[in-house]
């Protein structure tokens, strides 16, 4: 890109960094340092702010590059991300929304623990939620290094490196100084923002066509190199067997994952009541509906207009699709319009990823302070020690995923976002489900729940395809593939709730009737609840 793209984008960028940044030191100076204040924001959100918030924490840079490139690359197949990502919220709402905001108090490990030996349940359940935390993170700053490569007009490893450590810091200045509710604001400015581009692309794009949608189908198939296939299912997933699979691993795990995420999990506990968690999370369906909607029409519109050579050229992986996709709408490279768009729909893009980086930096630290650190000083903490500690975990939880997000630079995000789904999916989402349900569960049954279904999906990630044995993965010279699967949902999300259940069943511990009494009267009529 040219000096006069990058001049706008990189104006715009920092103004919204500057309003954050402001935002986070206001609420720095008015906050009192409880663990409350901290972790949810005081529990002061109206469900309005909060769905606004949880769209903005779920609407990811997956969803507004990865996906839109997925779609732009492969039609059909792309569009499982899209359903996954959708129908996954009405798991959400019908089966946690509620019951979470009623048991628990900060993290999703408040669930699980109601009615078990704390110590063990907190340590296994914290340390599958920082694992996914960080999966999640590595793909948004695999997003933030696609973004900075194609602004600079620098594909080379540099650009795309200072890139991720920047929005390392910046994540880590966010949660470190504003906590929740800084975070939840910065959720909001941002998930007006990308509504609002997402919009304006999306009616430019209908406007190109005239309206018409099929015949945007029909460029898009025609421009794709691969004809009608590429609006039929099977060009990505489709080749043989072990592909199909692939699809089946995938869709389990997006469906399946929203539920086990703890940064989701956490929003509902800044709003007051379990009918307002649950008034959130219709209004992030609606919300997140329309967005998912619209990338349809951005992911076809990126084929039929920009073409998927170009969209290859700028990214293998499709990471820039819509940013390409704005600059051609504006009126081509070297229009005061294509600068204007391209330099909006870019910043919206750094606004997204920092957004959703803070929010799940702050869960990650949330559960190494409140679960670990806490279970492991085997002694109960002082709240501004605990806020403390979290403050340090943001940094520790930042470091890391900058050095897995230099590792994984090259792979597409939403690819990325589907692996943590199934982390999420297996092993906290059995714990949960068994713990708010299953009248029998027991320790060693939570216990077993989580490692069997986290252990299994790490493993088997590491056996696979994406990490080595083609040209495509992190290690490509090298070849201990075993697993042939890309996703492990298909055999690790079972794996979960088998071991659960086996755990339960083989424990010579008696489940406590009254606490779960206890919990099953506080989960559905909110008594005794935080």
């Known amino acids: 890109m040219t000096g006069n793209h990058q001049t706008p984008a990189l104006v715009l960028f920092s103004v919204f960094v500057a309003v954050t940044l402001g935002i986070t030191t206001w609420v720095s100076r008015n906050r009192h340092g409880s663990a409350e204040e901290f972790y949810a924001g005081g529990r002061l959100f109206s469900p309005m702010e909060n769905g606004f918030a949880i769209a903005g924490d779920y609407m990811s840079a997956a969803s507004f590059l990865g996906v839109t490139g997925l779609i732009a690359l492969f039609g059909y197949d792309g569009l499982l991300y899209v359903v996954g990502f959708f129908v996954a919220w009405l798991v959400v709402l019908f089966l946690v929304a509620e019951l979470v905001r009623n048991c628990g108090r900060f993290t999703l490990a408040d669930v699980v623990a109601a009615r078990m030996s704390e110590r063990p349940v907190r340590i296994a359940a914290g340390t599958s939620s920082v694992t996914v935390s960080v999966l999640y993170l590595v793909a948004q700053m695999v997003g933030a290094g696609s973004l900075v490569a194609l602004l600079l007009g620098n594909t080379g490893e540099a650009a795309r490196s200072w890139a991720v450590i920047g929005v390392g810091a910046l994540m880590v200045v966010y949660v470190s100084l504003g906590g929740m509710r800084a975070t939840t604001w910065i959720q909001i400015v941002k998930a007006v923002l990308l509504l609002g581009g997402t919009v304006v692309l999306t009616v430019l794009v209908l406007v190109r066509f005239h309206g018409d949608f099929d015949q945007l ?69 609606g919300l997140i509906g329309g967005f998912y909607l619209m990338t349809i029409v951005l992911g076809f519109g990126a084929a039929a207009i920009v073409g998927p050579q170009a969209l290859r050229g700028a990214n293998a992986s499709g990471n820039t699709a819509v940013p390409l996709l704005a600059l051609d709408l504006g009126g081509g490279a070297g229009s005061t319009g294509g600068t204007v768009l391209f330099a909006v729909v870019t910043a919206v893009a750094f606004a997204t990823i920092l957004a959703v980086v803070a929010g799940i930096t702050l869960a990650s630290s949330a559960s190494v302070a409140h679960d670990l650190y806490a279970s492991l000083r085997r002694r109960n903490t002082e709240p501004r020690s605990e806020v403390t500690v979290a403050r340090i975990a943001a940094v520790g939880v930042g470091v890391v995923a900058i050095g897995l997000g230099l590792l994984a630079r090259d792979l597409n995000v939403a690819f990325l976002v589907g692996l943590a789904f199934a982390v999420a999916a297996s092993a906290n989402l059995p714990a949960l489900l068994y713990s708010l349900f299953w009248r029998s569960f027991t320790t060693r049954g939570a216990v077993w729940a989580v490692y069997g279904g986290l252990i299994p999906a790490l493993a088997l990630v590491v056996l696979s395809p994406v990490v080595s044995g083609s040209p495509e993965s992190l290690f490509p010279d090298v070849d201990f593939q075993y697993f042939p699967l890309q996703n492990p949902g298909l055999v690790s999300i079972p794996l979960g709730f088998v071991a659960g259940w086996l755990g339960t069943v083989t424990s010579t511990e008696i489940a406590d009737e009254a606490r779960h009494a206890e919990a099953e009267v506080r989960s559905l009529t909110g008594a005794g609840a935080a």
Request: no cysteine; hydrophobic share 50%; net charge positive.
């Open 217 to 285: 189908l029909r460029t898009a198939a025609d421009r794709s190199g691969h004809g009608a296939a590429f609006l039929a299912p099977g060009l990505k997933y489709g080749g043989d067997w072990t592909a199909r699979f692939d699809f089946m691993s995938l869709g389990l795990a997006l469906v399946l994952g929203t539920a086990g995420l703890p940064h989701i999990l956490s929003r509902f506990y800044t709003v007051p009541t379990a009918q307002a968690a649950r008034r959130s999370a219709v209004w992030a369906i």
